[in-house]
């Protein structure tokens, strides 16, 4: 017993550098060449068991951790904000096991992980976006088996993936996806942005930073590189259509931003607030100043 | 001549362990013609079908497509994903239970929209049209296109399988008893509906059926098969009306008693 | 107003401090020792291990102590230490012919060469609680068992000698090592059994059973079912020979299962394998059963659609730390996507709205 835990006492100096071996790290770093050479297309990696539970970030946490160097600056939000939980206790696992700097400023930041949302900031080049996916592949719920998803990417044979957006308009008058809204990566793959709802899809095309994306149970990477054409999946006739809460923050004001709906009161009043805690704040620092001048 | 066939099969054979499925069978088929393949059940003409569309592994043989740029592809020998692409884009394929070839949970315009979406339509609105006007051509009441099949009666899933099928103008559809679990007025009305859509765009179809009223209504050649083997072929009315082989003869009268 | 929304650091750090403290206990009751979780709980340390797939009971047994004994809290504590340890090397392949057993029984034959040997089993115990455990000072029991320190041939490779049992064709591949490579499908058997050895046991347990009960259904007797020490060999190319590393406790079942033959093959009994780390025969009996459900296609037998032929359904779904992760994870915060769902529920009713009026 003594002995023991004399032997395995884990203090964790003992682990490398953001937590993961420099094996594992160029395994995650070639398949992340990969995928960003294969613009959209779902690389298998060998995902690892991380301290955190899959489903919780491992993917996006092991991206992350191929990817972090010494100098780098991460920022971590989960639904748009920075003191979301699971965003507080990624942030710290990367401080304890990488001792990077951390920020909350979306332009500081070389490197981003996110659950669910994109910055309202416009994202620049030299920044990471590493995305949390819990299921990587768009046509699962179409299809759940992987032998016949991965034929029919490879086929293009995207029929299906259309008839559920053909029957969501016959249905409702248009396309009830909210989130997780399928996108074409490059001209090419049908990908999956993971779930940030779909106000958030127009940022991706066209955008100047890498976006990484690291499912870990299910063992996929793909990647959009910078400059990429992303386009969500609609019809002619029926365009896609970003969507959002027409209201405008009750704390900064903006109407342009992807706003959280609160419960105020117990008899249900509603009041709407900028999901990016940071731009909300920019924002704030910015009415104040102009009120000053 | 060699250029002329549009799909030829030969020698083919298949077994299930140590039962022979079907055996050395050849066959071939130009362009618009359709060629029937009948027999009690049992006798391998559905293993047959499902072999030379290339959902069932042949042990032996070979099958050979002309395709539409004149280039002749053995199924046995392609990979699959060339295999599901011609799958997709020249042939179709008519399940005997509407079930098997219809999405059951997508609305009749969806099943009839897919294929079309497949090979690249992105206009609702057209795709929309295209599908009610394959509703009014297999007799499907355009108001039901938002109906899911399984509202629909059995032989109008057969009609909307079949307008699914062919929306794409296929150039060879395969059918595996596309009348058989139909009462006999819906199914004089489908043949009457198939002879039809098959003579008017010049589609060519292979059919499988156990019913001779069948091929004699639609097929120009047919081919007889017992256990497995091919035991008589030739032009329809030659073999309906002047079986040489024994079998056939059983077959062809044991229907006129009826 | 805007406060209650996002949760934060302290948070957490506090709900951490409680649970430790929950952990402890009633700190007038003796903690208990790690000794006492190896020594006392074994088969809870060996599925631990087993799952974990890190041999070592006491860091097993110190993960079912943080996990206050959730067992897959505790595979999950051992799975997430062992990605960080260091390959230095490939053990030579386990000879189970050589197992010291400390239990062997066959339901196929009587007597086998090497004799049948009953073992420290739960079988045939009557399961009556035993009040006697309730005393706190149990005295220890002089031990009775004589452990003979000799080898025994599988029971197997005696219908092997007349060809009644299919052979295994060893495909001279080295296997995939499905902790460092991702499984793609089709896979291979060796890949099955290593996902298999390590997935849950109670998955494996009701997949097994559904078997049974004509869902696949395999006609599987217990060939053999052997526990007992194997030892762990290790080539070291500067030495020149092998050495030996470890002993382990390991679990294997042997079933023997109709097959029917084919065109090809006559009729021949045929395998279902289980291999597990420690004492673990439950576990390692069904995934013999389910080995075998998942061979249908190389054996050419028809596929009947049961859960237990699906590989990439078994497969897929039998490792419990993707699952508790992926299920557990819905508790994490989702009110963007609710949101978006929100706007367009309510977008729809408002459209629905519209239209009853215009009716």
């Known amino acids: 017993m003594n002995d023991m835990s004399k032997d395995k006492n884990i203090d964790i100096q003992i682990y490398n550098f953001a937590y993961l071996d420099e094996n594992t790290k160029r395994m995650i770093r070639r398949a992340l060449l990969k995928a960003l050479c294969i613009p959209g297309y779902q690389v298998p990696f060998s995902s690892r068991e991380m301290p955190m539970p899959y489903g919780w970030g491992t993917g996006g946490i092991q991206v992350t951790s191929a990817c972090l160097i010494p100098k780098d600056v991460l920022k971590v939000i989960d639904q748009g904000a920075d ?40 994202l620049k080049e030299q920044q990471i976006l590493v995305y949390q996916v819990p299921i990587p592949e768009p046509l699962r719920f179409l299809e759940p088996r992987e032998t016949e998803t991965r034929k029919m990417h490879a086929l293009s044979e995207y029929g299906l993936m259309f008839v559920k957006l053909y029957e969501d308009i016959a249905k409702h008058g248009h396309i009830e996806t909210a989130y997780a809204y399928p996108v074409k990566t490059n001209g090419n793959y049908v990908t999956d942005p993971s779930p940030i709802p779909k106000f958030d899809n127009p940022k991706m095309n066209n955008n100047p930073a890498i976006q990484l994306f690291g499912a870990g149970r299910e063992q996929r990477i793909y990647a959009i590189p910078p400059y990429t054409n992303v386009k969500s999946l609609d019809f002619e006739d029926y365009p896609f259509e970003a969507m959002k809460a027409n209201f405008k923050c009750s704390i900064c004001g903006s109407s342009d931003s992807y706003l959280d709906e609160i419960i105020v009161s117990d008899d249900g009043k509603r009041s709407y607030i900028c999901s990016d805690t940071d731009y909300c704040k920019e924002q704030t620092q910015l009415n104040s100043k102009e009120e000053d001048q | 001549m060699m250029q002329d066939f549009l799909f030829k099969a030969s020698n083919i054979s298949k077994y299930y362990g140590q039962n022979v499925g079907c055996k050395n069978v050849s066959l071939d088929i130009n362009s618009g013609e359709v060629l029937g393949i009948v027999g009690e059940s049992g006798s391998g003409k559905s293993t047959l079908l499902n072999c030379i569309y290339g959902n069932l592994k042949v042990d032996e043989g070979d099958i050979l497509l002309n395709d539409k740029s004149k280039t002749i592809l053995n199924f046995t020998k392609i990979d699959e994903p060339k295999l599901r692409l011609i799958q997709r884009s020249d042939l179709a394929f008519v399940h005997q239970n509407p079930r098997d070839g219809l999405r059951m949970n997508i609305s009749a315009g969806g099943n ?30 355009v108001s039901r296109i938002d109906d899911k099949p399984s509202t629909f009666s059995g032989g109008m899933q057969q009609r909307l399988q079949i307008a699914r099928n062919l929306v794409t103008k296929p150039r060879l559809i395969f059918m595996d008893e596309p009348t058989g679990g139909l009462d006999v007025s819906v199914q004089a009305k489908i043949l009457d509906l198939l002879r039809n859509l098959v003579r008017e765009l010049g589609i060519a179809a292979i059919i499988v059926t156990h019913d001779l009223a069948v091929v004699r209504l639609l097929a120009d050649r047919i081919i007889v098969m017992q256990n497995g083997n091919v035991i008589e072929a030739g032009l329809c009315d030659q073999v309906l009306d002047d079986p040489q082989h024994k079998y056939s003869q059983l077959l062809v009268s044991s229907v006129l008693q009826v | 107003m805007y406060v209650a929304v996002k949760g934060g650091e302290k948070a957490i750090d506090n709900a951490h401090s409680w649970m430790s403290e929950i952990r402890r206990g009633d700190p007038s009751v003796p903690n208990v020792s790690l000794n006492q979780i190896t020594e006392q709980l074994t088969l809870g340390v060996d599925r631990v291990m087993s799952e974990g797939s890190l041999y070592d009971k006491d860091l097993a047994a110190l993960a079912i102590k943080q996990s206050r004994g959730d067992l897959i809290e505790a595979i999950f504590l051992l799975r997430a230490y062992r990605t960080t340890l260091k390959r230095f090397s490939y053990s030579k392949p386990i000879d189970t012919a050589n197992m010291l057993c400390l239990r062997r029984i066959s339901a196929t034959f009587k007597d086998i060469p090497g004799g049948q040997k009953l073992g420290p089993t739960f079988d045939y115990t009557h399961r009556l609680l035993d009040f006697k455990l309730l005393a706190e000072n149990e005295t220890p029991l002089s031990p009775t068992q004589q452990f003979e ?25 080295d296997p995939i090592d499905i902790t460092r490579e991702p499984i793609s499908f089709p896979t291979s058997r060796a890949a099955r059994l290593q996902a298999l050895s390590r997935g849950d046991e109670g998955f494996l347990l009701g997949l097994a059973y559904s078997t049974q009960r004509g869902y696949a259904r395999n006609h599987a007797f217990v060939g053999e079912l052997r526990i007992g020490i194997v030892e762990i060999e290790l080539n070291i190319p500067e030495l020149g020979f092998d050495i030996n590393v470890a002993e382990i406790i390991l679990t294997e079942c042997e079933t023997v299962n109709q097959f029917q033959g084919s065109k090809i093959e006559p009729p021949q009994f045929t395998r279902g394998y289980g291999l597990v780390f420690g004492q673990t025969e439950r576990k390692a009996l069904a995934m013999a059963l389910i080995d075998r459900a998942l061979r249908w296609k190389e054996l050419g037998e028809d596929y009947s659609g049961a859960p237990a032929q699906d590989e990439e359904f078994v497969i897929s779904h039998c490792d419990n730390i993707q699952a508790t992760g992926f299920l557990e994870h819905i508790k994490l915060p989702h009110y963007v996507d609710f949101q978006s769902e929100l706007e367009l529920i309510r977008k729809i009713r408002a459209d629905a709205k519209r239209n009853v009026k215009r009716l």
Do not use: C
Request: charged share 30%.
């Open chain 1, 83 to 122: 003191d979301t939980t699971n965003a507080v206790s990624i942030r710290k696992f990367f401080q304890k096991t990488a001792n990077v700097a951390v920020t909350e400023k979306t332009s500081d930041a070389s490197l981003i992980q996110t659950r669910h949302r994109i910055p309202e900031t416009k």
């Open chain 3, 149 to 173: 320190n000799k080898k025994v041939p599988h029971v197997l490779s005696f219908l092997n000698q007349e060809d009644l049992m299919q052979k295994e064709k060893d495909n001279n591949l």
């Open chain 2, 112 to 141: 009839i929209g897919e294929r079309l979406m497949a090979i690249g339509h992105r206009n609702y609105g057209e795709i929309r049209e295209i599908a009610s006007s394959w509703l009014e051509k297999v007799e499907i009441d």
